[in-house]
């Protein structure tokens, strides 16, 4: 089952911080975290594991709660660049990656 | 060290028609998976091959079908085309461990009239 995201779309100016969730309706062994910008692939961000191991970029945070099958990618201090579409992506077990619906992010000067 | 490559990178065909796209996967990747993005939507997922078998597929039918080379490279066959099949058709490779993320190709935009 496709996992929620929200929100569906955010506008943010230069510096401001964004917070990102998505929640699942099932049991989840990782999160994964993308951002595709217009035109372009889908670039890896985080992965988030169960037990609270993470693997990704520096500037990325992200939390999971595995009790409630929810994670969050928080964007601090945005910049032009960070425009894009995130996709988080669950996992259930050892199996392939379920992406949620995106969230649209417009950081503007 | 070349990324995920994908041909060709846009393609219109007709309804009924036939078509298959092509992956190379990053070096050193033997999985593959193959998504389906519509305009606006999140990519979804259609299958996964890993040592020349399909281990994993999605909702999709039965006219939707892959193979893995050897080499890791990867095909995806589409036969009888509808117009709901006009998507961009994303490849992602992986290495077959825990905790690896997909390394994307960018895509083929077929459109289907």
């Known amino acids: 089952q496709q996992p929620v995201q929200s929100p569906q779309a955010v506008i943010l100016r230069e510096g401001e911080d964004a917070v990102i969730n998505c929640s699942s309706s099932?049991?989840?062994?990782?999160v994964h975290w993308y951002r595709q910008k217009h035109g372009e692939a889908p670039v890896f961000l985080m992965i988030l594991l169960k037990g609270g191991e993470q693997k990704g970029h520096e500037k990325i945070s992200a939390s999971f709660n595995e009790k409630k099958q929810q994670s969050s990618l928080y964007l601090t201090a945005s910049q032009l660049s960070y425009s894009g579409t995130y996709f988080c992506g669950t996992v259930p077990g050892y199996q392939k990656v379920t992406f949620g619906t995106g969230t649209k992010l417009q950081v503007i000067p | 060290d070349a990324g995920v490559t994908q041909s060709p990178t846009h393609l219109i065909k007709t309804r009924g028609q036939q078509v298959t796209l092509r992956c190379s996967p990053k070096s050193g990747h033997d999985t593959v998976s193959w998504y389906q993005q519509a305009l606006g939507q999140g990519p979804q997922f259609i299958f996964q091959y890993y040592e020349e078998e399909e281990r994993q597929r999605g909702n999709f039918p039965d006219r939707f079908s892959g193979h893995q080379f050897p080499n890791y490279s990867s095909e995806l066959n589409v036969n009888a085309l509808l117009l709901g099949d006009s998507a961009l058709y994303l490849c992602?490779?992986?290495?077959?461990?825990?905790?690896?993320?997909?390394?994307f190709g960018n895509g083929t935009r077929l459109t289907v009239t």
């Open positions: 099932k049991a989840l062994y990782s």
């Open positions: 992602a490779s992986s290495l077959d461990r825990i905790k690896q993320p997909l390394h």
